[in-house]
């Protein structure tokens, strides 16, 4: 038994990586692969059979997981948001949810053949668009900040929304009689204040902690997952559910106290939620009995499509109307509302409990639930990255290139990369140094790029690339390591140190924390700037069959620096000794040099109209 739980849990794992990985490579949201990957371990194949190998531990393990899943979505919440975002958000959770909830319900009844009880659940518990769909959605799609804060906050906040909202619910219908709603309130709201205050005044002790120094280092983020599920037990002791509120508001507490280790403890959580997403949604579509599904008729059918075109759209219009949400932002919003797993177990538990008390229809809770979660998160999941496109609301390209420094050099790598149409912004705490590019209608951003203020106005999704020109070397590791985790390690670049043995040289920086070498291991800043000042310029050269890369490279001076090429199709790859470039025909190469007329280039029709200088 022990062997084949540990092989099941193996199983899942493999299963959930295996899921991330493809939808990586294929550029699919996440989500949409999880389910069919769980769908087919379990009743297709057999291979999971969630409720028989893991037997009581199932329930908890899902209930603990999405506590550390709300937990990290509340450590991504930013109050700075809401400057922007403070109104759409603040009527989507409170107008928005008092015109979902009667909406779903009434759709319920009338159209799907609910009893009224089970429908006042229903409506309840579908009214939370969920955390775990949500948040790997938004990673996909790369959607501008403003419409992406209207999603995330409404997804995390109306999680213990709905859950609270379905619990009361529940205990009203099954106490009738034994406990008027009168009497019932006081007792939830009891609930509530103490569930926010326990989340509130942990995060702010656990805070303290953190900054005062009582804590070493390693120890913060197992501490701030240890919390978070101490404080989801303790509030679901005073209130059922309550502890999702608890978890949602200790993170929201601790990603807001200006913490110094916070992104450490962020990316931590991110880590541990991406293992629990993937895991708990192969487990929870593992364990569908398809037998239950086919207890669905047309009536379903047309319930799914009142509430996605009708109910969902007319809830959110009217919750927004008058907001300073753009139309374009109001359409976003009114479709991407995929439900997760909150919902999914919160319908397993009050479809068995109303079930037994003998609440008519109360069999079609759970079916008809998981229906709406799968199609929402397929439907929802390959629409959100082309809708946001014809709306406008999606980060321009994935190849932008941020340039960190203004130096001649990089101003006219940025001029170089501008006349070519890639999206470029050069970024620089000098007034002074950004004058020459403001003139030349180059996009310039004055300040600090680690800032808040700078994370908060810069639209960040529109670059794929960092570029560190600056000329101090430690600065340019820095931005390197803090925009390598979200880049990734292989789209961020610097120039080389002087030369010499890093492993014996105590002043220079370990390779492990620095971007990639830009161009070549001899392309240092000052050499980079004494060729500049010697008339060196950018320039660009189009390979084809007759003049091939090995062609250009034979054509031109050997310090010649090719900085990156741009493909046919717009995208770009920028050089770098430790992944080098492999051109083909039809590729535009952007590189430093002597200009065209001191340059030695064949006398070939190719190579007379390869070179634009650009500067």
């Not at 999603?151 to 995390?156: D, F, R």
């Not at 109306?158 to 619910?169: E, F, S, Y």
């Not at 003049?547 to 770009?572: H, N």
């Amino acid at each position: 038994m022990e062997h084949h739980l540990t092989l099941v849990l193996a199983l899942v794992g493999l299963l959930g990586l295996g899921a991330q990985w493809l939808a990586w490579r294929l550029r699919l949201p996440a989500i949409v692969l999880l389910m069919p990957f769980g769908l087919a371990a379990g009743p297709g194949l057999g291979w999971i059979e969630p409720s028989a190998d893991l037997g009581t531990l199932l329930d908890p393990i899902i209930k603990v997981g999405v506590a550390v899943i709300l937990f990290e979505g509340g450590l991504r919440l930013r109050f700075h948001e809401l400057r922007q975002a403070g109104q759409g958000v603040a009527r989507l959770v409170t107008v928005g949810v008092l015109l979902s909830f009667p909406l779903y319900s009434v759709a319920a009844h009338y159209l799907g053949g609910f009893s009224w009880p089970v429908a006042l659940v229903f409506g309840a518990i579908i009214v939370v668009t969920g955390p775990t769909v949500i948040l790997p959605l938004l990673r996909q799609a790369r959607l501008r900040r403003r419409p992406a804060s209207y999603l995330k906050w409404e997804g995390i906040v109306n999680d213990p929304t709905g859950a609270l909202l379905a619990v009361v619910i529940f205990e009203y219908l099954i106490s009738a009689g034994d406990a008027p709603l009168v009497h019932m309130l006081p007792r939830v709201a009891i609930g509530l204040v103490l569930a926010g205050a326990l989340g509130v005044g942990t995060g702010w002790v656990l805070g303290i902690v953190f900054r005062r120094g009582f804590m070493p280092e390693y120890l913060k983020g197992p501490a701030a997952l240890t919390a978070a599920i101490a404080v989801y037990v303790i509030a679901n002791m005073v209130l059922s559910e309550a502890g999702l509120l608890a978890a949602t508001l200790l993170g929201v507490t601790l990603g807001n106290m200006s913490l110094p280790s916070i992104d450490e403890i962020r990316r931590f959580k991110e880590y541990v939620a991406l293992v629990l997403v993937s895991g708990v949604f192969i487990l929870m579509s593992a364990d569908i009995d398809t037998a239950i599904l086919l207890q669905l008729d047309w009536r379903s059918a047309a319930l799914l499509v009142v509430l996605l075109f009708v109910a969902r759209p007319l809830a959110v219009m009217a919750a927004t109307l008058g907001t300073s949400m753009t139309w374009q932002e109001r359409v976003l919003v009114a479709w991407i509302a995929p439900r997760g797993i909150v919902a999914a177990a919160m319908a397993g538990v009050f479809g068995t409990a109303l079930l037994a008390r003998g609440y008519p229809t109360a069999e079609l809770l759970l079916p008809a639930v998981f229906v709406l979660i799968f199609v929402t998160v397929v439907l929802h999941g390959m629409s959100i990255g082309w809708l946001a496109r014809r709306l406008g609301l999606s980060a321009r390209t994935a190849n932008g290139v941020l340039i960190v420094g203004a130096s001649p050099w990089a101003q006219a790598l940025a001029t170089a990369l501008k006349e070519m149409e890639v999206t470029v912004l050069l970024v620089d705490r000098t007034w002074r140094r950004l004058r020459a590019a403001r003139l030349a209608g180059i996009p310039t951003y004055y300040g600090e790029l680690l800032s808040e203020e700078a994370e908060q106005r810069l639209e960040l999704g529109d670059y794929g690339y960092l570029v560190a020109a600056t000329e101090n070397d430690a600065y340019n590791t820095l931005v390197c390591t803090q925009f390598a985790a979200e880049l990734g390690r292989n789209r961020v670049f610097q120039f080389p140190e002087a030369v010499g043995d890093e492993d014996l040289d105590p002043k220079r920086l370990p390779r492990t924390v620095r971007g990639l070498i830009l161009g070549s291991e001899e392309a240092r800043f000052e050499e980079l700037m004494s060729r500049w000042y010697r008339g060196w310029s950018f320039q660009r050269t189009r390979l084809s069959d007759q003049f091939g890369y090995e062609e250009f490279l034979a054509s031109r001076p050997a310090d010649s620096l090719v900085v990156l090429l741009q493909r046919a199709d717009g995208g770009i790859q920028v050089n770098s000794p430790e992944h080098p470039l492999k051109p083909k025909s039809g590729d535009l190469l952007l590189w430093f040099g002597p200009r065209a007329e001191k340059a030695s280039a064949p006398a070939t029709p190719a190579a007379d109209e390869n070179p634009q200088p650009s500067s």
